[in-house]
């Protein structure tokens, strides 16, 4: 199900619509919208907050019908916390609270109030744009392996307005850019492995080219890879019955002489840990460990149908890394596209392994920038947890232009340092490199080894091991680091 965003000038006594959105913070203080709702309704929304039915507190949601001297049927009243405390993690969390007590009720559309609600440092545009993306991410369903349990009722909630003046308009064009793509990297995600095959995915990013003019996608086979001396990708791949593909699209939005950004995301569309096996507890859970390449693809998608003004390649790696008798052993030395050998002491860092070619790879479009994404460590889980993306780069300006990108998107990601000091944790004396660094600094480790096949350019490493999904039964992708990725080519474009 989409939903179809827009903007409206009307006051919230006066649109007459199935339900308009309200906010009240804790402490009983009304927005504008609702000190106007309460005005025209005689002190409807007071006398509930005295009775104590509406409380304000961050996550409640109120409905009132059949408020007197209002045109609208419903007013959603949603709690927005201690005012103080309201910030924009928070305009974006009561969105969110919003958009789910809308889709529970039988209503096609809405007038959203709480774009009005001051939120420091933050404008209308960049309101309106949270507020979008914040909505579209409750909207947004898996549904395709299984009909949906609750019988869909009509009218369905499919249309959504902000209380903005027009100027805001820019915003919500973005918004649904940033929401396609933060969709298409959620739905891949979300797919079983049987189905998100590296082929499958590849055939995603020529449809993907298909239907968007001035897009060129280009997918290099097995044999490609073996000319081009690809042998740690060939590496992992060689245990699956599932052809490795190496995915490439380019975006040509500004004049042949800029150089390209490019983006490389990890495209394992199942990890078993290889040989290196992983215990089946949670082992599902690895189908997910090819968000960075769905990430990267939707981040492409966005700035596709934004045409912005820039360059990009996006290169993802898709293999499969499955144990069996062909599968590469633990010892193995394997030697990559880039003429150094890496010896392979754990076939479970495999995302590694893939994306050393890959980022060897693209630096024949002679990129600016480079920018990796990966699933790539639980050591990062377990330094960071789940809510903040690892980001390593020896570079201090690109690292702090992610950063940046990520708060305004509220995609973030937290810094650590790659200094050379860990680099002889990939000692080993069987190759130029290992694969493993010990037990100690597992997330950077990892970027270290892949700093080995970056030298001389600009790049960044983001791993999204944390933060690519929520972790459960119903636990779904969740479309990160596609915000972050295009708050940052926004901002390069503009
Ligand atoms: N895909 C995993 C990383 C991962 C683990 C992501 C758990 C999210 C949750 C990756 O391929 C992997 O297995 N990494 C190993 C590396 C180790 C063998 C050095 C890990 O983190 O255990
Ligand atoms: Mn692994
Ligand atoms: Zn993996």
Not at 254 to 280: M, R
């Amino acid at each position: 199900m989409t939903i179809q965003f827009s903007l409206s000038k009307q006051s919230p006594e006066s649109a007459a619509v199935p339900c308009i959105v309200v906010g009240v913070f804790e402490e009983g203080l009304l927005t504008a919208a609702a000190a106007r709702i309460d005005e025209k309704s005689a002190g409807a929304i007071k006398r509930l907050i005295v009775s104590g039915d509406v409380s304000g507190k961050l996550g409640s949601t109120n409905v009132l019908f059949a408020v007197t001297g209002v045109a609208a049927a419903r007013v959603l009243v949603v709690g927005l916390g201690e005012q103080k405390k309201f910030d924009a993690a928070r305009f974006k969390r009561t969105c969110g609270d919003a958009a789910r007590a809308l889709k529970s009720l039988p209503l096609d559309s809405a007038v959203s109030y709480l774009t009005e609600v001051e939120v420091s440092g933050a404008d209308t545009a960049w309101k309106v744009r949270a507020a979008a993306v914040a909505t579209d991410a409750q909207v947004y369903k898996y549904t395709a392996t299984f009909k949906p349990r609750e019988q869909s009722r009509t009218p369905e909630f499919v249309a959504l307005a902000f209380a903005a003046a027009d100027t805001a308009a820019a915003a919500l064009t973005e918004a649904a850019a940033i929401a396609a793509g933060v969709r298409f990297a959620r739905e891949l995600g979300n797919l079983p492995p049987n189905i998100c095959s590296p082929a499958y995915i590849a055939e995603q990013a020529q449809k993907l080219a298909a239907d968007h003019p001035g897009v060129a996608c280009e997918i290099l086979e097995e044999a490609d890879m073996r000319k081009l001396g690809m042998g740690a990708l060939l590496g992992v791949s060689q245990g699956s019955a599932f052809a490795p593909k190496l995915i490439v699209l380019q975006w040509r939005g500004a004049t042949e002489a800029d150089k390209p950004y490019a983006l490389v995301g990890k495209g394992i569309t199942f990890d078993t840990g290889g040989i290196s096996i992983k215990p089946s507890a949670g082992m599902e859970e690895m189908k997910f460990d090819m968000c960075g390449g769905a990430g990267v693809l939707g981040a492409f998608l966005a700035a596709v149908k934004l045409k912005l003004k820039l360059n990009l390649v996006c290169v993802v790696p898709a293999a499969e890394n499955m144990p069996g008798s062909k599968a590469q052993r633990p010892s193995d030395v394997v030697t990559t596209m880039s003429g150094q050998t890496v010896e392979v002491l754990n076939t479970d860092a495999e995302g590694r392994l893939i994306l050393c070619d890959a980022l060897t790879f693209v630096q024949k479009y002679n990129p600016q920038i480079i920018i990796d994404a990966a699933t790539l460590t639980g050591a990062c889980v377990v330094a960071l947890g789940k809510h903040a993306t690892g980001l390593m780069s020896k570079d201090d300006a690109l690292a702090n232009d992610l950063l940046a990108a990520g708060e305004t998107a509220l995609d973030r990601a937290w810094r650590l340092p790659l200094w050379d000091d860990y680099q002889s944790q990939l000692d080993t004396g069987y190759a130029d490199i290992a694969n493993i660094g010990g037990k100690y600094g597992g997330a950077i480790t990892a970027g270290c080894f892949l700093s080995r096949f970056t030298e001389g350019f600009r790049w960044a490493h983001l791993d999204i091991a944390g933060t690519a999904w929520e972790e459960g039964r119903k636990g779904s992708a969740t479309g990160r680091p596609v915000a972050m990725l295009v708050q940052y080519l926004l901002d390069r474009a503009n």
